[in-house]
């Protein structure tokens, strides 16, 4: 929602920018592109969010005021242009925290950004460098003076992901028009598989004792699968991700359904404080959130965090965070039943943590309508799976094992969805 009540004052304040932008501009002779690309405003149950995108890291100095009160950030070494100063359209007449934003050139090096508070804030800072498409960001939350936070707010990468908004995941999807038609998987038109690699980007997931990150083992496992399955004449196969990214769950869940995928297989690589855990495991979403099995594990590698020194605890802690419930019964049926004939076949490969399907609520499992498993291919925290995992022949042999799971789900009347 637009703030049209301030539309005379903001082109008064346009104006006067855009004068003060010239005079720089003449001044130094030659624009410089835009620092900053875009602005979100994100009004959130406990508190407001304000993005700013850019393509360097930015280099601000913020204050408050009162009387009234107000929060000034100025950046230095930017410009006006008409990304900051449309910014002020973006705020909600609900907004509980800003009356307005206005933004100006403060003087030739600094741009000044200006929020009219509707009560006394605290401001949290925070910047994030580039990942999944996007540039540099600076965000700043607005919380009540009063206000408690809860923990989830102070972790960086969960802010990270809630900084996905409509209009960001949209931009992460493939087009509409590539999602295959709908008939029945396998007689009318390919069964599809969609490939998870874990982790990406800034999050590596587990790191085992040498080194190896668990986003690169598992992204080379999905890649060997991937060459397995488009050699099927009657699959056809996608991958969240094939490159270093980060990718959002959400995103993840929302591309699968998005091609309309009958499986999504999430692939991970399983860690844990006690370095003799060892044994390849299957993940079904549970309905229910996490079973007490799981529950346990939350806690584990919650607890491990601290104590854990240079080894890293579970790379799953994103999911960990993301405890669901309330699915449907009938895909957690199948996902079981997927989950388990894959199990079935990693036991001819590998040691088995577990010899049956564990249930959780992990998010990247939470396709309602597509049964999906998570496939912990071994303990990167184990030296000896490590040696393992990074070998050829151990991803090969994981990546075969799947595929024979996913052959033998549909042979026996696995549920091919209708869609
Ligand atoms: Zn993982």
């Known amino acids: 929602m637009t703030d049209s009540h301030h ?26 592109p835009p620092l900053v690309v875009a602005v979100r405003i994100w009004p959130a149950a406990s ?47 609900a907004d509980p925290y800003i009356r307005r934003m ?49 923990a989830l707010q102070d972790d960086p990468l969960l802010a990270l992901l809630e900084d996905y908004n409509k209009g960001d995941l949209a931009r992460s ?15 009318d038109r390919p069964i599809i598989i969609m490939l998870d690699p874990g982790h990406g980007g800034e999050d590596s997931g587990a790191i085992g004792k040498f080194r190896t990150r668990e986003k690169d083992v598992v992204l080379k496992i999905a890649r060997h699968l991937r060459a397995l399955i488009e050699r099927e004449p009657n699959m056809k196969v996608y991958m969240t991700r094939n490159e270093d990214v980060f990718i959002p769950l959400k995103v993840r869940v929302a591309k699968a359904r998005r091609q309309r995928a009958d499986l999504f297989v999430s692939i991970h690589a399983d860690a844990f404080t006690n370095r003799a855990a060892r044994g390849a495991s299957v993940f079904a979403l549970s309905t229910k959130g996490a079973t007490s099995a799981a529950a346990r594990f939350l806690a584990q590698t919650q607890n491990a965090a601290d104590e854990v020194g ?87 042999q994981v990546a075969q094992s799947i595929l024979a799971g996913i052959k033998s789900y549909f042979a026996s009347g696995g549920v091919i969805s209708g869609r």
């Open 310 to 396: 240079g080894v890293s605890r579970s790379g799953d802690r994103y999911l960990d965070h993301a405890l669901f419930d309330l699915v449907q019964t009938a895909t957690v049926k199948d996902s079981l039943k997927f989950g388990g004939a894959v199990l079935h076949h990693l036991g001819k490969i590998a040691h088995l943590h577990k010899r049956s399907v564990d249930q959780a609520g992990f998010a990247v499992l939470k396709a309602p309508d597509i049964p999906s498993i998570l496939v912990e291919t071994a303990f990167i925290s184990n030296v000896e799976e490590e040696r393992r995992l990074r070998t050829t022949r151990y991803q090969q």
């Open 47 to 93: 508190y407001t969010r304000i993005t700013l995108e850019s393509r360097a890291p930015l280099q601000y100095r913020q204050f408050i005021l009162a009387n009234p009160d107000r929060l000034v950030v100025d950046i230095q070494d930017a410009r006006l242009n008409s990304v900051l100063a449309g910014a002020g359209q973006l705020v909600s007449e």
């Open 7 to 32: 539309n005379s004052g903001r082109r008064r304040l346009l104006r006067g920018a855009a004068a003060a932008w010239l005079l720089s501009l003449s001044r130094t002779g030659m624009a410089a």
């Open 173 to 187: 999807l493939p087009p509409e028009s590539q999602a295959p038609r709908a008939g029945k998987a396998g007689r």
């Open 102 to 150: 206005r933004a100006g050139q403060f003087d030739q090096r600094t741009a000044r950004v200006v929020i009219e508070l509707k009560q006394p804030v605290q401001a949290r800072f925070l910047a994030l460098p580039p990942v999944a498409g996007f540039k540099n960001r600076l965000i700043m939350d607005l919380y009540p003076l009063a206000g408690s936070r809860s």
